[in-house]
C-alpha cells in the first residue's frame, strides 16, 4: 500500500506494519500514528509469516541503489522487528525503529522504541533523536544465516514460544491487555511437560558437557520471553553474547527461578551459568525445538553442530541522544 508521494529531504520513511501483532493492537497503533503523521511516508502492511522481511529487503535494496537514507519503523511485537532487521542485510543507508505493538515486546526493553508521532517527527525534521550501530545475534541454521537482535533460544524457551505463537490463550488474554502472561501460562505448561536434555558447548576452543539442561539462551540484550531478565548484564554494542543455560533444576525450583528472573535475580543460582564471548558451537544430538527472537526456527536434529556469532555493529537503530 502506497500512501503520498514520499520526498522527504533527509530521510526516506517507510512502515512496516503487522496489524495481527498483539492480536490486533498492531491495526490500533497504526490508525492512530497514521492519523498524526504530517510527514510523507511509505506504509506496507504484512499479509504472511515473513513478509516483512520480503519488504524490508525490497526497501533497503531501493535505498542502497538510490543511496539514500532511509527510516524503516517496524510497528508490531518482536517477530515483525526480527523481520526486518533480517530483511535489511548490511544495508548502510537504512536504519531501523519500532513501535511497539506485540504481545512480549522485548525488543522495546532492549532497545529504544518510538512512543509518539512527535518523537518520529523529532528524529526527522528536528534531529533530537539520534542512531548508532548496534551489534546482532546470528545462528547458522542449515544453509541459512539468521539474525537474531534479542536472543535465540534452544529447549524449553523455544517450547513456550512454539505453543504461544498463535495459541488461542494468548488471543484471549491480548483482548483484555494482558498477552504478557500467556507466556507465563505456558511456561508453567511446559514446566509440567519438558524432558531435559544434554548439550556440548565449545568456546575458546573448549568443549564442555551440560547434562540434565532445560533451556540454553543467547542472548544480545537482557530481555526474553515478555519482560524475563533472563541475562542482565547483556549490552547490545560490546561485540559479545552472553550463553545462558540452565541445568540439574528440578521441576519445583525451576518454576522459583521464573518467578525471580523478572527481577534477574535468578543469576545468584548454582544451577544457572553464564558464558561470555563473539561465538559459541552447540553440539546437540536430539530433537529440539529453537527460536530466535521468539520466532519459531525448527527442530534440531540428531547430531547437530549450531553455530551462534556475533555480527558487531550490523545494525542501525534510533537511539535517544
Ligand atoms: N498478516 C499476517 N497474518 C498472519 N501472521 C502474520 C501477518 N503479518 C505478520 N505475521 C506474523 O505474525 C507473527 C507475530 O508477530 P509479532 O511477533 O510482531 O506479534 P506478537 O507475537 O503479538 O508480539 P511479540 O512477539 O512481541 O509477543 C510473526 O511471526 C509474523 O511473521
Not at 85 to 106: P, Q, T
Not at 134 to 162: L, M
Not at 270 to 296: A, M, V
Request: hydrophobic letters at 35%.
Amino acid at each position: 500500500m502506497w500512501k503520498k508521494q514520499n520526498r522527504s529531504k533527509n530521510v526516506r520513511l517507510h512502515f512496516i506494519i503487522n496489524e495481527r501483532a498483539g492480536n490486533g493492537k498492531g491495526a490500533h497503533v497504526w490508525r492512530k500514528i497514521q492519523n498524526g503523521l504530517n510527514l510523507p511516508y511509505h506504509a506496507h502492511l504484512t499479509k504472511y509469516k515473513n513478509h516483512g522481511r520480503e519488504i524490508a529487503n525490497l526497501i533497503s535494496k531501493e535505498a542502497e541503489n538510490a543511496n539514500e537514507r532511509t527510516l524503516i519503523i517496524a510497528i508490531g511485537g518482536d517477530g515483525t522487528i526480527h523481520e526486518v532487521v533480517n530483511g535489511i542485510g548490511f544495508a548502510r543507508n537504512v536504519l531501523v525503529g519500532a513501535i511497539k505493538a506485540g504481545s512480549g515486546n522485548d525488543f522495546s526493553r532492549g532497545f529504544m522504541s518510538f512512543q509518539s508521532v512527535q518523537e518520529i517527527e523529532e528524529f526527522i525534521r528536528k534531529h533530537k533523536i539520534d542512531a548508532r550501530f548496534v551489534d546482532c545475534g546470528n545462528i547458522q541454521w542449515g544453509n541459512e544465516k539468521i539474525r537474531f537482535v534479542n536472543n535465540c533460544g534452544i529447549g524449553f524457551d523455544a517450547s513456550v514460544a512454539y505453543a504461544a505463537n498463535g495459541s488461542k490463550v494468548k488471543q484471549k488474554l491480548n483482548k483484555i491487555g494482558l498477552g504478557k502472561l500467556s507466556y507465563v501460562y505456558y511456561v508453567l505448561e511446559k514446566l509440567l511437560t519438558f524432558e531435559c536434555f544434554e548439550v556440548m558447548v565449545e568456546h575458546n576452543g573448549q568443549q564442555k558437557r551440560y547434562n540434565n539442561v532445560w533451556f540454553i539462551t543467547v542472548s544480545n540484550q537482557p530481555y526474553f520471553g515478555g519482560g524475563m531478565k533472563i541475562s542482565p548484564d547483556s549490552k547490545p554494542d560490546d561485540g559479545l553474547l552472553e550463553l545462558s543455560i540452565v541445568s540439574n533444576l528440578s521441576r519445583s525450583k525451576l518454576a522459583l527461578m521464573f518467578a525471580t528472573v523478572f527481577f534477574g535475580r535468578h543469576t545468584k543460582l548454582k544451577e544457572f551459568s553464564q558464558l561470555q564471548n563473539d561465538r559459541f558451537t552447540l553440539y546437540i544430538n536430539q530433537n529440539l525445538p529453537c527460536h530466535t527472537d521468539g520466532e519459531i526456527l525448527g527442530y534440531t536434529k540428531r547430531n547437530s553442530k549450531i553455530e551462534i556469532s556475533v555480527e558487531t555493529k550490523s545494525v542501525k537503530l534510533i537511539n535517544k541522544k
